[in-house]
């Protein structure tokens, strides 16, 4: 028997929308806890102006993890531990970089445990975030002034 088009038409709109339903879901999942703020990760660090993700970052004690917007896994992208950040600089995107950020974002250059990491976010997030990376606990090395 032939399926009536309204059918078809009803199938396909549950196909594309689920998956969003399901993203929305998951966000809202990782914002529950109140410690959650917009940012992106550079995945991959030595590509010029490129390799930016936007994410959720999420404060969880004393790490930040980080999850891909667009996904569904219910497991952090990345873990990053206050007590083996240190902060190298910070400032404005440049060339390809301004495309790949939201309007407003800053770029923190990171080492997590002597490794390079990159991350952007707006300038008030960006002051949260710095006030927690100084709020490490007694014997954790500071970032630079």
């Known amino acids: 028997l032939p399926v009536p088009a309204i059918e078809v038409l009803v199938g396909l709109v549950?196909?594309?929308?689920l998956p969003l339903l399901?993203?929305?879901?998951?966000?809202?999942?990782?914002s529950r806890s109140g410690g959650a703020i917009?940012?992106?990760?550079?995945l991959k660090p030595r590509s010029q102006g490129r390799g930016w993700v936007l994410g959720v970052g999420r404060f969880?004690?004393?790490d930040?993890?980080?999850?891909?917007v667009f996904s569904l896994s219910?497991?952090?992208?990345?873990?990053?531990?206050?007590?083996?950040?240190?902060?190298?600089?910070?400032?404005?995107?440049?060339g390809p970089e301004s495309l790949a950020?939201?309007?407003?974002?800053?770029v923190l250059e990171l080492t997590s445990a002597g490794q390079p990491v990159?991350?952007?976010?707006d300038t008030a997030t960006m002051t949260g975030f710095l006030a927690w990376l100084e709020s490490r606990p007694p014997g954790a090395t500071l970032p630079p002034g």
């Open 101 to 106: 950020l939201l309007k407003g974002m800053e």
């Open 118 to 121: 990159e991350i952007g976010l």
């Open 74 to 94: 219910p497991r952090p992208r990345r873990t990053l531990s206050r007590r083996d950040l240190d902060v190298r600089t910070r400032r404005a995107p440049t």
């Open 38 to 42: 917009e940012m992106s990760l550079r």
């Open 22 to 30: 399901a993203v929305s879901l998951r966000r809202r999942w990782l």
């Open 14 to 17: 549950l196909v594309l929308a």
């Open 64 to 68: 930040l993890q980080w999850f891909r």
């Open 60 to 62: 969880v004690a004393d």
